[in-house]
């Protein structure tokens, strides 16, 4: 489908701001044009708090990691006082790339001309300067990103003007305060490269239309309600089931003790949770995952999952191998999606697409789609 030269017109959207079920779904253009895209950098993932992982991840001084964001590269790291900080990952000199992946250094060092910087963003060795005149190390140390927490959980955003992260999530962190989220630990990272937009993803992952027919050999179906009620940057959906489903039906008898002390309606079956942009956290009785869709351009997407289990359980002496039933259902619902993810962007890359209709199971689909356009559109700033 032609995207209109006047891209951001409201009028072209009409018909996705109707109410869901007399709504239609985005214009394909949305997903395929780089003018779209475009606005979205600006506009949504340049002033929001974007998620980029968790401190647990960096334990120790000196830990790190490395993660693109539109096109930033920024480091997170643990500093020598236990400060978790984020930074630009390049030099102040010329600009080189500083680190890739994660690892652990005692300082950062430059791999062009060895400009040094303490784990603070300092720079303190400049081998070479000495007759640059009115050079002043303190005025070239790492230029940091924002950087909040909630619950363990790592946020940055790059526009200095945003409220702050609290604000953003609203009563988000209180309704999942039973999850005792600091008490948890990171225990795999898994990471796909797929062939479509970060949109289509997130959607998919927010709607059990499509569980009977893309997972009919893994999870199968699955019930939920809307909570229609949430107050900041997401959206939930609620399954309520007696147990964890991280684990499929044939391995239940390898499942996890629940969390400790889960009380609520946590307790009484799985969230799954748009935090906006672009995040989907999964949380039940006995652990958490989350979903990264990193967007590397309107039809690219980097994918990641992280598992997370309380302390406790990952300190079990069964925990390495019981793990590996949770890893199994993963592994086998995720590829599902990353397949069925590609394949409707192909289908949206076609001249002869058009925008569908919405089903009363898709109601965070249209959610996330107003989202989106109250961001990018010409009515809004």
């Avoid at 993932?45 to 401190?55: D, E, K, L, T, V």
Wanted: charged share 25%.
């Amino acid at each position: 489908m032609t995207h209109p030269t006047d891209l951001f017109d409201p009028a072209h959207y009409a018909r996705a701001r109707l109410p869901t079920l007399q709504a239609e779904t985005l214009p394909p253009w949305c997903y395929t044009s780089q003018a779209f895209y475009d606005r979205e950098v600006e506009r949504i993932f340049r002033r929001s708090w974007n998620f980029i992982g968790r401190a647990d991840e960096v334990p120790k001084p000196g830990d790190y990691f490395t993660i693109d964001l539109v096109g930033e590269s920024i480091v997170v790291l643990r500093d020598q006082g236990g400060q978790v900080r984020a930074f630009h990952n390049i030099c102040r000199h010329r600009g080189t790339r500083l680190l890739d992946g994660a690892g652990n250094r005692a300082a950062i060092s430059c791999p062009y001309h060895a400009w040094t910087y303490a784990l603070d963003g300092k720079l303190f060795g400049s081998a070479g300067m000495e007759k640059t005149e009115s050079f002043d190390r303190a005025d070239f140390g790492l230029l940091p990103v924002r950087l909040e927490s909630w619950a363990g959980f790592l946020f940055a955003c790059f526009d200095p003007q945003a409220p702050d992260l609290a604000t953003y999530l609203g009563d988000l962190p209180q309704r999942f305060q039973a999850y005792s989220f600091d008490d948890m630990v990171c225990v795999r990272r898994k990471t796909y490269d797929l062939a479509c937009n970060w949109k289509v993803y997130l959607e998919n992952a927010m709607e059990e239309y499509h569980t009977p027919t893309v997972h009919r050999k893994s999870i199968g179906s699955q019930k939920t309600t809307l909570i229609d009620d949430a107050v900041g940057a997401w959206d939930a959906i609620f399954m309520p089931a007696p147990r964890t489903i991280a684990v499929l039906a044939e391995d239940s008898a390898a499942a996890f003790p629940e969390i400790a002390g889960l009380y609520g309606r946590p307790a009484e079956g799985t969230y799954f949770t748009a935090i906006y942009p672009s995040t989907f956290f999964a949380t039940t009785q006995d652990c958490m995952w989350w979903l990264q869709q990193l967007p590397r351009g309107p039809g690219r997407t980097e994918i990641v999952i992280g598992s997370c289990f309380p302390r406790t359980t990952a300190a079990r002496p069964d925990f390495r191998a019981n793990v590996e039933k949770y890893y199994k259902r993963w592994d086998k619902s995720l590829p599902e999606d990353n397949l069925i993810s590609e394949r409707q962007q192909a289908g949206l890359a076609s001249a002869y697409g058009r925008p569908g209709r919405l089903s009363w199971q898709e109601p965070v689909v249209h959610r996330i789609a107003n989202w989106v356009l109250d961001r990018v559109l010409n009515d809004h700033k």
